[in-house]
């Protein structure tokens, strides 16, 4: 039982390139979100989906965008990537809605944007 | 803006001693729920209290409740080396929203 896989876990890239951050779990949950870390930021959420083929936009979801075609799958891709973009990507599920069950999260993606 | 916000920033104490951390927010919750971050990894669920629970205990962690008060803490106690981490805690964004959202953390340091 793998859980949440994140890949790749390190990446670097140049401002305007794009990229998709791959996001996968295997414990059948319907929510999925993807969250950055930023030193003395916390956790800020980018996108949250509550099932295959729905999505909404989180407290910080300019200059990302999701899509949900699986269960299983959650990518996040960077249109343009742009210096402020350099974070730890944390993706996520749970059981259930988000507040309403332990979320399981994978071991993030480390992105630097130069 | 952040639903969920952690005191104290930042908490050094020795094996042995208790830990207590503190987390204050806004609006109304459904539920609160406390994670560990251990440098490097991502976060691990702890505990998951609901608002018409005043007390939750797993193993030597303790969480309260206050909703009058808006807060909550998480009590470690005995502490050991292996329970250096950041400490979160998340709640609901109100409204029935299905977002969680994070404080920033408190960075626990237990010195053997």
């Known amino acids: 039982n793998a859980g949440v896989t994140q890949t790749p876990k390190f990446q670097v890239l140049k401002t305007g390139q794009s990229m998709t951050l791959q996001c996968a779990q295997d414990?059948?949950?319907?929510?999925m979100s993807w969250y950055r870390q930023d030193p003395g930021m916390g956790l800020r959420l980018i996108h949250y989906?509550?099932?295959?083929?729905?999505?909404d936009q989180g407290e910080v979801p300019n200059g990302y965008n999701v899509s949900r075609s699986t269960t299983e799958d959650f990518p996040l891709r960077l249109l343009s990537a742009a210096p402020s973009q350099t974070s730890v990507y944390f993706c996520?599920?749970?059981?259930?809605?988000?507040?309403?069950?332990?979320?399981?999260f994978g071991n993030g993606t480390r992105l630097t944007v130069t | 803006s952040q639903q969920g916000e952690e005191d104290p920033q930042a908490l050094s104490i020795q094996e042995g001693e208790n830990a207590t951390m503190n987390c204050s927010y806004k609006t109304s919750i459904n539920n609160l729920q406390w994670y560990r971050q251990n440098s490097g990894r991502g976060l691990v669920h702890l505990i998951l209290?609901?608002?018409?629970?005043r007390e939750k205990h797993s193993g030597r962690l303790r969480v309260t409740l206050d909703t009058s008060k808006k807060s909550s803490s998480l009590l470690i106690t005995a502490s050991r080396a292996a329970d250096t981490a950041s400490y979160f805690c998340?709640?609901?964004?109100?409204?029935?929203?299905?977002?969680?959202?994070f404080g920033k953390g408190t960075k626990l340091t237990v010195n053997p």
């Open positions: 996520a599920s749970s059981s259930a809605g988000g507040p309403n069950s332990p979320l399981h």
């Open positions: 414990m059948n949950h319907e929510y």
């Open positions: 209290i609901r608002s018409n629970e």
């Open positions: 989906s509550v099932g295959a083929g729905i999505t």
């Open positions: 998340a709640t609901d964004a109100g409204g029935g929203s299905e977002k969680l959202v």
